[in-house]
DNA sequence: GTGGTCTAGACCACG
DNA sequence: GTGGTCTAGACCACC
């Protein structure tokens, strides 16, 4: 995995395993890596980790059981897929927020958008 | 001017003075307001706005003339509206690949884009 | 048996025998289950039930008897009641330190806690 | 300030702050120490005052300023009595679930309450 | 083994 | 100056 220069490292391993478990990479009740594990795995520091999964558990994503791990939320309200397009919803916001501030009209936006889709 | 949360103070007053210089409010070898004052304008840090024209001046936006204040450039090379795209492309760029990254469908990202632009 | 979030489990555990135990569901002397049937009783791990008999055997509420097992104490000083006032004290004493740094009146906090009993 | 061995250090100044904000200490509006600080003066690590200063805007009883400080919200939704409520209530309702989990009959706990407090 | 907390100290962006 | 992130490594409670 690749970090972004501009965004912390802690919010995108919280994208990566969103991803991973909206897309069914990780299905409800299965295990995550331990904090170690995956804090090796992606050459972090196990701090880091921690972080990822308190921020998941605050959000529902995931529940911790004490001394045995973390694991991915079997919560019947946790809807995957209404959890993939709040996601994207606020990917979306703050992207469009952005982009009118510049000033460049609507169209032109829309037009840049639909080239760089493809 | 209101300030967005999640953008840099510096970086909006950027876009706003690029705003103000492509659309005619300020000319091409027009006078910029004196640090002081901009930053009273802009109820804002004078290092803010130090920062701000230092930045404008790499970017060839403006002149500074010592002992005379900051000009808007009066250079035949500098052509607001490719800078304006310039930014906006990399803008793009950025969300397109987070966008992609969810796995959300491209046409469907297309259709959010458009809602959320009106 | 549910295990509430916010106490560990085997602090829990201890709570459920000494209750049995107070209510006569285990009568001195009788033998308590083995770590393995307990643990599967309790869909617990073995380990958690050793550490709850050593916790138990500490306290003296129960007895452990090489090869036989582990029995509910049959020692005249034992007196569960007097047991479970301690720990509501520390309970109690760890509430009331709190309640009152809020700075809430006491008569309010008594009321308060009269209706959350009920 | 002293520190309770069973509480996190940074729920402990949680509660103290929320506290003071609470009592009018600290009114709406008023900057809290910086992160060094206010670390410096509570003998603690400036990474648990981050922390604290965090949760507390998660909770939206305080307000980050870019580069300028933490200051309690000024939010006119925010409503300190009722934050010092729902604090004290958030301590009961933990309190009795532990109390009424022990057997312990609810009239006794009330004594016992009533005796604690005085 | 698991996650949770804390310290120490570094580097960064922002105003 | 401010807060935010990250690393390194320690110690703890829990299972």
């Known amino acids: 995995m690749e970090y972004e220069k501009n965004t912390p490292i802690y919010v995108q391993i ?23 594990d995956l804090a090796e795995e992606l050459k972090v520091n196990p701090n880091t980790i921690v972080r990822v999964y308190q921020e998941l558990e605050r959000e529902g994503v995931t529940e911790t059981r004490r001394g045995m791990g973390t694991f991915v939320a079997d919560n019947e309200q946790f809807d995957v897929s209404s959890m993939k397009k709040a996601f994207i919803s606020q990917l979306i916001d703050e992207f ?23």
């Not at 990566?16 to 890596?33: M, N, T, W």
């Not at 469009?96 to 493809?118: D, R, S, Y």
């Open 96 to 118: 469009v927020q952005k982009a009118l501030q510049t000033g460049v009209p609507k169209a032109e936006i829309l037009e840049l958008v639909t080239k760089a889709l493809n």
């Open 14 to 36: 919280i994208y990566e395993l969103k991803r991973r478990i909206s897309v069914g990479e990780l299905s409800a009740g299965s295990k995550l890596p331990s904090v170690r």
